[in-house]
């Protein structure tokens, strides 16, 4: 049974920072692109970070560039979102994503962040 299980969401005043976590299981983690997305109310969900399996090369959305950071560690099978400099509209529900080649992806359950004073 394959799990993604986010955590480290949670309440933060603007400027501030998070760090969400991706833990997976039933997986072979370190095949997998690992990606996180965002949904806020209203909105589509929207790609914010992406990792390859290996690490290295990595890409972001230009409204987070400078300000997160996505990184993996394979032995812990766990994916990392670094969030600095917090702003308002980066409030929403962030999802962890397991993308491997034309296999079906994985998603987890998602974890709230809200950003208000």
């Known amino acids: 049974q394959v799990q993604l299980v986010e955590s480290g969401g949670g309440l933060v005043q603007p400027g501030g920072s998070l760090r969400l976590s991706c833990a997976a299981s039933?997986?072979?983690?370190?095949?997998?692109?690992m990606s996180w997305y965002r949904q806020a109310p209203g909105k589509e969900r929207e790609l914010v970070a992406a990792?390859?399996?290996?690490?290295?090369?990595?890409n972001y959305a230009d409204s987070v560039k400078g300000r997160f950071t996505i990184s993996r560690d394979n032995a812990k099978n766990t994916v990392y979102l670094q969030m600095n400099s917090l702003k308002p509209e980066d409030t929403a529900v962030y999802y962890c994503?397991?993308?491997?080649?034309?296999?079906?992806?994985?998603w987890g359950q998602g974890t709230q962040v809200t950003v208000s004073s």
């Open positions: 990792i390859p399996s290996q690490g290295g090369s990595t």
């Open positions: 994503k397991a993308t491997w080649f034309l296999r079906r992806p994985y």
């Open positions: 039933g997986i072979t983690f370190s095949n997998y692109a």
